[in-house]
């Protein structure tokens, strides 16, 4: 068969998987995603075997060290993999969730119910633990679901989404819910991103070249976030020990999420108090500093902000300190060159924290708090399969709810309209 | 200026003014409404000047009498934009609202609030209403918005449009918070739909035909619906009085609309007794019925429904009757035929009603009600924007809160990230 062929199989499969596990009751739902957990811990070996040849081509490659580190399949990484499906068991079942129910004046009962979006396409980068996470999250949300992992990855991949589909037998759940798109080519890819009639939306897992790949040739609706660069507004008002101990966490705690913050803005009253002691500290963490003309009044001995420096995602211990007139200027800096991803105040001014509140137009604004707060399994939503910096459907962490809709349901008992 | 720049300008202009119109309090937008129904109302005949010149045109150009129909302004059409404004006006605002909040373990306090999607794009045919009703369903709900109506209504949108913008002066929210694209062209359109930085989202309004074209053009996310072909399934345990009733009502009561019902699904055993008697009523009020085979046993007289009979939207007086072995059988139908719309069932068993609903992959389903009822007001959301059949963002008739999404926030005292 062609490709085209072959990819299209693959959609009329999981389109027809979905519409049976649409209806599958949680406690079927949540063996299997036991028994995947189970499998995957018991095939270790065979996973490392698997692995081993990715690892293989990647050293032949001359992959950097962190990436292959990203790629490897260690005992813990498998264990972790596991423990994430049990999880999602354990996480409340949003399908057939009643959202809200109400007595229309004519008698007619409406409601709005959780069901399904139907099927799923992942494309994703290096980490093949991403395999087991995402089959998981749309498996408990009742979605059927289509992976299309880096080539990189491509024997891992493979290896772990065979034993989740072994898994699946007898537990009265298609193998058809979890697919895979074995081939690597890029026009495999292209042919994914055309079964608009198969798929009902796309998540793109990755850098921001992959995003916008995917984004710009899809016909299918794409969920996605091109990057993080989040800011931290240190306020004239702020507890300025505090204030240091978010910023060092935003910054230092994992540089290279999208969570972590790339520029800090502080107040210009507070500046010459505050600016020294935060730059000691991260120095000492290694954060190289790169300041506005205001800030290398104060620190004169940082690297100097270029105009791109505003807008970037450094993902690594660099970060720009840009001193501000007052909170309206710090929110039209965030405004210009955020990227509606999360900011952070640091404030004890009651109006103030309201207004960043109401005002900053990002999907995570927070009080007081680390932007590293922003990742769906620490605001509470379980688990996350992603975020998304656009508005449409869902607006930042996402989790098993955002991977559902609702439809209307209405009991009558004869009702016309008049 | 060229169009492209002319309609970049618009855009941008559009963005600007739903950075603050976000934060407008709920009292200033509802006053804004209310001047905007007041100065519809006063301008009658300035208007009915404007309107005439594009009924003149469309008489020369030949349109039917129904397109004349819904072009005209009448004083009782000027007259319901008015109430329409006023009652969006008296609608909750959904802008604010904090949908849930919850506390973490560490105290951090998270919620998610609701805010506007930000800028609409509006495309539509020919009733010139539309402009004050999307207009004020998007202003209530804090979004900017660019319209753009038909050619033919080109002269009416365009006075209604000045007579929306002149009555936002001096209310404090920018008039370029409503804005329309003037240009007729084709062209004008293809540019509208590349403002991908401008425009959140789309909602074409009118044929299949425009919404296609949309969809296929549009780099901005569109929310969508093609057609609406609704069943009824009356089942074997039916109250056939009640059936009869909501089957006439859902076929007679307006058929030109997406949720008349287009298919008739009637259970075997119940197929001798119910179909003469709902043939003879449906006659009565001059329903043309197509069977199958099963059907013309029964109603020898009327025409044999062809394959393509099924998947057709008749927005008319013709109704296609197909005789079922049961439930699933009906289910199955309109798996394959059905626009995922809505669909009800008459039945007065109580484990078939709950498995309809369930089961029916539609965005409204109903048990012993009439299609008709789905609609923004019938099902109480208080105004309707459109309705979509894609499961992406919403699902069904939309209201005001189906123009807005949710961000989070978090309130801490300090939280950083273990």
Redesign the interface.
């Known amino acids: 068969m062609e490709l085209r062929g072959q990819i299209q199989d693959i959609g009329h499969r999981a389109r027809k998987a979905a519409?049976t596990l649409?209806?599958v009751d949680t406690h079927v739902k949540n063996r299997a995603l036991m028994r995947m957990a189970d499998r995957l811990v018991e095939s270790v070996a065979s996973l490392q075997e698997e692995n081993e040849k990715d690892l293989k081509r990647a050293k032949e490659k001359g992959l950097s060290s962190a990436m292959i580190d990203r790629l490897t399949l260690t005992q813990s990484v498998v264990d972790e993999m596991a423990d994430g499906l049990r999880e999602v068991a354990s996480l409340p079942d949003p399908v057939?969730q009643v959202v809200r129910m109400?007595k229309?004046p004519n008698g007619?009962r409406?409601g709005r119910?959780r069901?399904p979006?139907?099927v799923i396409g992942i494309i994703y980068e290096s980490r093949p633990n991403v395999t087991a996470d995402a089959a998981g999250l749309c498996l408990k949300s009742g979605n059927a679901v289509i992976l299309r992992g880096g080539s990189e990855a491509a024997h891992s991949n493979k290896a772990i989404c065979a034993i989740l589909q072994t898994a699946l037998k007898k537990t009265g759940i298609s193998v058809d819910a979890i697919q895979m798109i074995p081939m690597t080519s890029r026009e495999a890819v292209h042919e994914m991103l055309r079964l608009e009639d198969s798929i009902?939306?796309i998540i793109p897992r990755g850098g921001e070249g992959l995003i916008r790949f995917v984004a710009e040739n899809s016909r299918i609706?794409v969920i996605k976030h091109y990057k993080g660069v989040c800011h931290i507004f240190v306020d004239e008002s702020a507890?300025l020990d505090?204030a240091e101990?978010?910023c060092?966490?935003?910054k230092v705690?994992r540089p290279g999420v999208c969570n972590a913050m790339e520029t800090l803005l502080v107040h210009q009253r507070v500046a010459s108090t505050f600016l020294p002691r935060i730059a000691a500290s991260l120095q000492e963490s290694g954060v190289e500093l790169r300041g506005c003309p205001e800030t290398l009044k104060i620190l004169p001995h940082i690297r100097k902000a270029e105009s791109d420096d505003w807008d970037r995602e450094y993902l690594d211990l660099i970060l720009s300190v840009k001193v501000v007139k007052h909170m309206a200027a710090a929110i039209d800096h965030i405004?210009k060159h955020g990227s509606m991803h999360t900011e952070s105040i640091i404030t004890s001014h009651y109006q103030r924290?309201e207004q960043f509140?109401?005002?900053v137009?990002?999907?995570?604004?927070?009080?007081?708090?680390?932007t590293?707060?922003?990742d769906g399994h620490?605001?509470?939503l379980g688990a996350e399969i992603g975020i998304s910096t656009?508005?449409?459907?869902?607006?930042?962490?996402m989790g098993l709810e955002e991977l559902t809709?609702?439809?209307?349901?209405?009991?009558?008992?004869?009702?016309?309209?008049e």
């Open positions: 519409t649409a209806g057939g109400w229309r007619l409406v119910v069901i979006l139907g009902d939306v609706p507890d505090m101990r978010i060092v966490n935003a705690q405004q924290a509140l109401r005002d137009n990002s999907s995570c604004v927070f009080v007081n708090a680390s590293r707060f922003s620490q605001l509470g656009t508005k449409l459907h869902a607006f930042g962490p809709t609702t439809k209307f349901i209405a009991r009558g008992d004869g009702q016309v309209r």
